[in-house]
Nanobody, 123 residues
Framework: VQLQASGGGLVQPGGSLRLSCAAS????????MGWFRQALGKEREFVAA????????NYADSVKGRFTISRDNAKNTVYLQMNSLKAEDTAVYFC?????????????????WGQGTQVTVSS
């Protein structure tokens, strides 16, 4: 599967952005999908994941209550709605796909990666 992330940009603190990740192929619904981010000089970290059917979602503590992951299997797309953005959310955001059915929490749990999209939170 090939993944293409989009929707990043510059936003003021407290603002919102919605990231999208479009997948190629007709088996999108068979993948657990995740979002990760990597700030300058830091390791890539888990942000959120969603199960194949969207029944289960998981979030990093740092974004819980502010970010929402969702998916539309008919459109082969996963989303990350980001609200109440903070300066510390500034990073390159990556989407990833996992073949196994269980939630993946680390980079090694995912099999396919998209290119990143830059999110900058600044006044």
């Amino acid at each position: 599967v090939q993944l293409q992330a989009s929707g990043g940009g510059l936003v003021q603190p407290g603002g919102s952005l919605r990231l999208s990740c479009a997948a190629s192929g007709r088996t999108f619904g068979s993948y657990v999908m995740g979002w990760f981010r990597q700030a300058l000089g830091k390791e890539r970290e888990f942000v959120a994941a969603i199960s194949r059917s969207a029944y289960t979602t998981n979030y990093a503590d740092s974004v819980k209550g502010r970010f929402t992951i969702s998916r539309d299997n008919a459109k082969n797309t996963v989303y990350l709605q980001m609200n109440s953005l903070k300066a510390e959310d500034t990073a390159v955001y990556f989407c990833a796909a996992r073949e196994r059915a269980t939630t993946g929490w680390t980079m090694k749990d995912y099999d396919y990666w998209g290119q990143g999209t830059q999110v900058t939170v600044s006044s």
